[in-house]
């Protein structure tokens, strides 16, 4: 079994939609947890960091349900610039295991 | 906030030829490297992880002997790609944790062609 397990999508909302996305991660000994975005062709850049109490950062919303060991990114009012791969990743110890990705495209 | 850097961003070479990507921690230590192949439209695959001063540990199905790696130092770990084949073209990524192991930060990625 894999350590996170991410759909791939490929998600394709229109402007101003709400879109959710979740992980599942297997190691309850699972520290922390990350959204990175990875633009094509580009390496992945930290999006936000998952805390259990949950946390919003204008338009993005990560939460954490250890209970049933996922993690959540919800991006409200989708932008065209909102386009791209979103991965989950988790740490355990000094392991990191990220998720396949999932695609976004935001069309207009 | 920490930087990881990673040369050269793209190289072409030729079938049959090695080719080296240096990783480098710039603001902190790293006892711990990651290298991640990426091929188009598909996710990052861990490939191997690269330990300071001793060997690197690899993930099932990666080739040791292909895929050399040297952690010489606490902050720069290399990847060398050795006898390249037009296969193992692809995008590679390394990260390193920093110090509190609790978050990994990336390489801008070396995008490696072989023809």
């Known amino acids: 079994r894999k350590e996170v397990e991410q759909d791939p999508g490929p998600f394709n909302v229109p402007e101003g939609a709400t879109v959710a996305f979740n992980c599942t991660y297997s190691?309850?000994?699972?520290?922390?947890f990350f959204w990175y975005r990875q633009d094509c062709r580009k390496e992945p850049k930290l999006l936000m960091s998952?805390?259990?109490s949950g946390n919003e950062d204008g338009r993005f919303t990560a939460q954490l349900n250890r209970a049933s060991q996922y993690i959540s990114l919800l991006i409200r009012d989708s932008k065209l610039s909102d386009s791209a791969t979103y991965l989950c990743m988790t740490n355990t110890g000094n392991q990191f295991y990220f998720g396949t990705g999932t695609s976004l495209t935001v069309i207009p | 906030g920490a930087v990881v850097s990673q040369h050269p961003s793209w190289v072409i070479c030729k079938s049959g030829t090695s080719v080296k990507i240096e990783c480098r921690s710039l603001d902190f230590q790293a006892t711990t490297m990651f290298w991640y192949r990426q091929f188009p439209k598909q996710s990052l695959m861990l490939m191997a992880t690269?330990?300071?001063?001793?060997?690197?540990?690899?993930e099932q199905g990666v080739e040791k002997d292909k895929f050399l790696i040297n952690h010489a130092s606490l902050t720069l770990s290399t990847l060398t790609v050795t006898s390249a084949h037009p296969e193992d073209s692809s995008f590679y990524i390394c990260s390193a944790p920093n110090r509190g192991d609790i978050e990994a930060f990336f390489g801008q990625g070396t995008r490696l062609t072989v023809v």
């Open positions: 998952v805390y259990s």
């Open positions: 690269s330990n300071e001063g001793s060997k690197a540990t690899y």
């Open positions: 190691n309850s000994a699972s520290q922390s």
